[in-house]
């Protein structure tokens, strides 16, 4: 029997908010992990190794000859160095001992052997032998294909194989694309408070810490663990004293969220009677029924990129057309956002590049791409023209910098109601159209800009990033990223007054929207909308609703005349801890969005 393993805890960082329990299934870097079960035969396992190996190095000697044969042996040489790999004792001898001591299946236990290995060669700092894992990788996935496929894998209790994900980093895009119905919720060793991936978590409501240091390796798969995504802590081979405890948790949690729920039909409304509307950050339609529970008054800013980049080729305009109209129409009377494609950065690459790009975040992205691919863009321009007759729909261009490219986004919508016209399709041409204030330059000109548009909706994620030069998703300078910020919280004013000289409105969409302490100085600096995840929308919503809008006009002053960010955040925090002490503590550790603002100035 394999050994009985004790309580481990790690700790990371909450991104997203919850409770939840269940086996990890394990996923490092470099290849795909197989899945992985339990075994009772030992011996078989370790035949079913031997025969990988025994395949794998058959078809590598065959292509070193083929290569001999075509270029002479020096090509021949790269599979001859292959073959060493599976020579190696820590193959022939450490597997066979996983397979004994994980009592786990013959290829998952390759695989995790293996990626400890690899793991260990990515920090020698010779870069020769760094280099090599490419190699070490390639012979490891042909091995992976060489298991034979039938196995004494034992049919599952659960239908959809419940688990909770633990990486070494996951991606926007995978995210975006977890399946629900099998991931309980994820842990990753990288990633920060303000990346996009645990900005989508909490969009979505998976419960999610990042930042779990050598946790991939130190974990088997399939170990029961518990999640806890309001303090940042992974939880394997819990004892039953651990699990009852966290179930007590859980329960606390989920009768506070019921009583949130109650308020799904009231509006935000402060306690003097000033209205902010509420509305939701969403990815795709599936998300528009925890829209619609949630309470939020339709969608601030559904972004297109997930739908439009998921697939090898971008979707043409009538499937385009066909998404945006259902979506609009299942949250008629309220009003969708559609937000142009928004590629780049630490989100989906626009369109393969023969290089990378030396730094992607100042870059080829956001609306920088769509005028450089206007085809595309008038694409999704049309089709959002389309989908204003099936209910009420605005759109609004991303990362403007200046007022030039405003006025280019509006001419080629000008074109786009032209050929509509022309081909006798129907259509609104009278959607609202915006602009997302995400980089200083266009807050300081935000007067001009707003003479062309009919709303600002303020990226906070990268206007902080690009304000205070913090990469917001490098761990070694996350604690540099300061929403409350002097200069972010002038930048936001500066906006807000721009807009107000030319009677549009002004929302807030993103992660500093659901920050609890630094509510109070919004709403306080007259922002007119707030768009947040929409698990997020009844916290966000009963904490509104327990501001006093004069007091938090004073809390605005105040901080628009401070010095350091931790004035600031000491002003705002004494409002909103005044106002609402409950919200904070059930809003801690990403139930609400941790307030990035704490941090020394």
């Known amino acids: 029997m394999g050994r009985v393993r004790k309580e481990m805890v790690y700790a990371g960082t909450p991104v997203s908010g919850g409770i939840v329990f269940g086996p990890i299934h394990v996923v490092a870097r470099g290849f795909s992990a197989p899945d992985v079960y339990p075994i009772a035969n030992v011996a078989r396992e370790t035949e079913r190794f031997e025969d990988a190996l025994r395949r794998t190095h058959g078809q590598l000697k065959g292509l070193r000859e083929h290569m001999e044969s075509l270029s002479g042996n020096e090509e021949g040489r790269i599979f001859e160095a292959h073959m060493l790999v599976l020579e190696d004792p820590i193959v022939l001898t450490g597997v066979p001992k996983a397979i004994e001591e994980r009592r786990q299946n013959a290829e998952y236990c390759f695989y995790a052997v293996m990626q400890n290995q690899l793991e260990s060669m990515r920090r020698i700092p010779d870069p020769f032998l760094r280099d090599r894992t490419t190699d070490i990788e390639d012979v490891c996935q042909r091995v992976l294909r060489n298991f034979d496929t039938e196995h004494e894998e034992p049919a599952s209790d659960d239908p959809d194989h419940l688990h909770i994900l633990v990486a070494y980093d996951l991606s926007p895009s995978a995210t975006a694309t977890m399946n629900r119905h099998q991931v309980l919720g994820f842990a990753t060793e990288q990633g920060s408070v303000t990346s996009h991936t645990a900005i989508l978590a909490r969009s979505l409501g998976i419960p999610a810490v990042v930042g779990l240091r050598n946790a991939v390796f130190n974990l088997h798969a399939l170990d029961s663990c518990i999640l806890d995504g309001y303090e940042g802590k992974l939880i394997s081979n819990p004892t039953p004293e651990t699990v009852a405890r966290y179930r007590e948790l859980e329960e606390e949690h989920q009768r506070r969220r019921a009583e949130l729920d109650k308020l799904r039909d009231l509006k935000a409304i402060t306690t003097d009677g000033h209205a902010i ?120 261009f991303p990362l403007i910098s200046g007022l030039g490219e405003v006025k280019q986004a509006k001419s080629l919508l000008a074109e786009c109601v032209a050929e509509l016209t022309a081909r006798g399709v129907e259509f609104n041409q009278n959607i609202a159209v915006g602009a997302m204030i995400e980089v200083p330059s266009a807050a300081m000109i935000a007067a001009d800009i707003a003479s062309e548009v009919d709303f600002f909706s303020i990226g906070t994620n990268d206007l902080v990033q690009y304000t205070v030069e913090v990469d917001r998703v490098n761990p070694r300078v996350a604690k540099l990223y300061r929403s409350a910020h002097p200069g972010i919280v002038r930048l936001i004013k500066m906006v807000i007054d721009g807009a107000s000289q030319h009677n549009i409105w002004t929302g807030v969409c993103g992660e500093m929207a659901s920050d609890l302490i630094l509510l109070p100085l919004l709403v306080g600096l007259g922002v007119d909308e707030l768009s947040v995840g929409a698990p997020l929308a009844p916290l966000v919503k009963q904490a509104v609703r327990l501001l006093d809008f004069e007091k938090c006009s004073t809390l605005a002053d105040q901080c628009l005349q401070a010095a350091e960010t931790k004035q600031i955040v000491q002003l705002c925090s004494n409002v909103a801890t005044a106002a609402y002490p409950e919200l904070i503590q059930e809003g801690s550790g990403g139930s609400s969005a941790p307030s990035f603002a704490v941090h020394p100035a």
Not at 282 to 306: C, M, Q
Request: net charge negative; glycine share 10%; proline share 6%.
């Open 277 to 396: 509307i509420l509305s939701a950050n969403i990815k795709s339609e599936d998300e528009l029924d925890l829209v619609n529970r949630s309470g939020a008054e339709g969608v601030g800013l559904f972004r297109t990129e997930f739908f439009l980049l998921e697939k090898e080729e971008c979707p043409y305009e009538e499937e385009q057309a066909a998404l945006y109209s259902r979506v609009a129409r299942r949250a008629a009377p309220s009003e969708v956002i559609f937000r142009t494609l928004d590629a780049g950065g630490d989100k989906l690459p626009g369109e393969p590049l023969s290089e990378p790009e030396p730094n992607p975040f100042l870059g080829w992205r956001g609306i920088r791409f769509s005028l450089d691919r206007k085809d595309l863009f008038k694409e999704q321009l049309r089709a959002i023209l389309r989908a204003g007759t099936a209910g009420r729909v605005g759109l609004m």
